[in-house]
């Protein structure tokens, strides 16, 4: 009888250490103690696991080893459960992403979850999707500290779910802590309940700037007989027209097509997307819907990014190639095919198989050539250079490699011409930079096309100081044009201005200000000051973004003594 019991005692042993196997296998939606039912608690440490358990990595800040980045935050975050959590905290500010869970049935009222970190909606938030649209979602408060949250989900009952936490943002609080994820029927110790779907503001309506005016007027557009016509049949020439954002701004933020691609980053900072095919005679082969077919020569290539959706596009060394699973093997590209790409390196010839290959960097992009030609932001997530022109209803762009093409609205995310008369701040280097205090250095300028606001900003943390040498542009009167806003999560009151040959643009931005057109006077080799200075007591975070930033030389136009609101 006691040798039965003790069969019986192992053999309920092994069902026991089998259905622990298979939680620890995948444990979504598996129950635990208290009757939860588990979404993910992010303490498996090997993400190609998390992957097979059905969760999908975007972008890089949550495609790593994110238990070094919850190191760095747990004396921050206060309690949390378990070894670690999830967090999009790094040393890299500009690192962005997603992160969505495996699809489950809703079968409790409540997903609770803990949440801290930087307070933007749009850019920072956990989300419950269904049939991937947002029907409930969440931001921090600009600290760290997590704290418990649900979402009531009583209305979806019985439908399929997936859980995502999105980081589109940049900078000391743009990152996301998110920790327990579960679906649960107590509300107790909640220190929010959200009950309603998020507010969707009216975005993706596009912008027109006009060339000698500085005036904006907003899309829907259409494109015909060299002209663009917007919102309530306002029309603009092309020759006249400065940017263009279309209303597909949108898209290339949600990933819907550039995410699945493999992508060509060229030296002059092109990006070009669609499906690397091969390599023969120093040339690489590029098959895209939008661009179509091209042999592209090596020496004019920065970098090849495979499987892209996995990774993004990071910097790396010269020579290196970089893998999903495994440490960077430096040597030279062999072959491109279906299935492996290889590498001659210190261990010879060796074929690594494609789908864990993330990208290849050939060289440095040449940052400091100038960029020629109008610059085309398409929806895929290319960009292109080029001569730009209306053709009947579409645009056409001159390419140096890739000839004539033309592309429709709906193909277009965004026009920024370079014109004889027009030099962007974005393509100048700084003269000098002075930054004071516990601040980081401004960045470079960076793409943040929103369809409503800008394209371009340059953002600058208070105590800084920039100056730039006046080119030599075009004839006429010259004049520095931008727009001054807060950046985003901002919390702190600064004073700005612009100046330039004894002439000063002044202006206090609070949070929450809308944008404030300035324009400045110039002179051709004389010097332009932007300054950004704290008002009042210091707050974190405050940063100030001058958006679309640019010289112009034009006719007479009267400066603006002080800055004037310009929309949103």
């Not at 003790?6 to 995948?26: F, G, H, K, R």
């Not at 921050?76 to 890299?92: H, I, V």
Request: glycine share 10%; proline share 5%; net charge positive.
């Amino acid at each position: 009888m006691r040798k039965r019991l003790q069969i019986i005692a192992i053999m309920l042993l092994a069902a026991t250490s089998s259905s622990a196997a298979q939680q620890a296998e995948n444990p979504t939606s598996s129950e635990l103690r208290n009757g939860d039912l588990l979404i993910g608690d992010f303490e498996e440490k090997e993400i190609g696991k998390m992957r097979s358990w059905g969760w999908i990595f975007g972008g890089d800040c949550f495609n790593r080893d994110f238990r070094h980045g919850t190191q760095q935050m747990r004396t921050r975050a206060g309690r949390y459960n378990g070894r670690w959590f999830l967090t999009s905290f790094s040393e890299k500010l500009n690192s962005t992403g997603t992160l969505t869970s495996p699809v489950f049935t809703i079968s409790r009222p409540l997903v609770k979850f803990l949440i801290s970190g930087g307070s933007s909606p749009e850019t920072l938030a956990a989300n419950l999707l269904i049939d991937g649209e947002v029907v409930r979602s969440v931001s921090g408060e600009n600290n760290d500290q997590l704290k418990l949250v649900a979402f009531d989900v009583t209305e979806f009952a019985g439908q399929k779910a997936q859980f995502q936490v999105i980081d589109y943002a940049k900078g000391i609080l743009g990152h996301i802590n998110i920790d327990h994820v579960v679906q649960s029927t107590d509300a107790n110790s909640a220190k929010r309940i959200i009950k309603q779907r998020p507010v969707v503001a009216d975005k993706g309506i596009g912008f027109l700037q006009l060339l000698d005016s500085a005036k904006r007027f907003a899309g829907p557009f259409t494109l015909a007989d060299r002209e663009i016509t917007g919102k309530g049949g306002k029309k603009a020439q092309f020759d006249n027209t400065l940017m263009l954002a279309t209303a597909n701004a949108r898209t290339l933020t949600s990933g819907s097509t550039a995410h699945l691609a493999d992508a060509l980053v060229l030296m002059n900072g092109e990006h070009w997307f669609g499906k690397i095919e091969g390599l023969e005679k120093n040339k690489v082969t590029l098959n895209s819907s939008y661009l179509g077919k091209h042999s592209v020569d090596l020496d004019k290539i920065s970098s090849l990014h495979f499987n892209h959706w996995k990774n993004g596009i990071r910097e790396g060394e010269p020579g290196t190639m970089y893998r999903e699973n495994g440490e960077p093997l430096q040597g030279k590209l062999v072959w491109i095919r279906t299935n492996d790409i290889a590498i001659n390196c210190s261990l010879g010839v060796v074929a690594i198989p494609r789908a864990g290959v993330l990208s290849h960097v050939l060289s440095k992009e040449d940052s400091k050539k100038p960029v020629n030609g109008d610059e085309l932001s398409l929806t895929d997530g290319s960009k292109l250079h080029g001569k730009t022109r209306i053709v009947g209803n579409q645009l056409m762009v001159e390419h140096e490699i890739l000839g004539e093409l033309k592309f429709g609205l709906e193909k277009i995310l965004s026009l920024r011409r370079r014109l004889d008369n027009v030099m962007w701040i974005s393509d100048l280097q700084s003269d000098s930079l002075k930054s004071s205090g516990p601040l980081l250095p401004p960045p470079s300028p960076q793409q943040i096309i929103d369809g409503n606001t800008s394209m371009y900003a340059l953002r600058v943390a208070p105590n800084s100081e920039i100056t730039y040498r006046v080119p030599p542009l075009g004839t006429g009167t010259l004049h520095f044009r931008a727009t001054a806003c807060p950046g985003s999560a901002n919390r702190g009151a600064a004073s700005i201005s612009a100046s330039s040959s004894g002439v000063e643009v002044t202006g206090i931005i609070n949070p929450g200000d809308k944008p404030l057109a300035v324009e400045v006077p110039l002179k051709r080799g004389a010097t332009l000051k932007l300054t950004v200075n704290f008002t009042g007591s210091l707050a974190f975070p405050c940063n100030i973004d001058w958006r679309d930033a640019h010289l112009v030389a034009l006719g007479a136009i009267a400066p603006q003594s002080q800055p004037e609101p310009r929309g949103n």
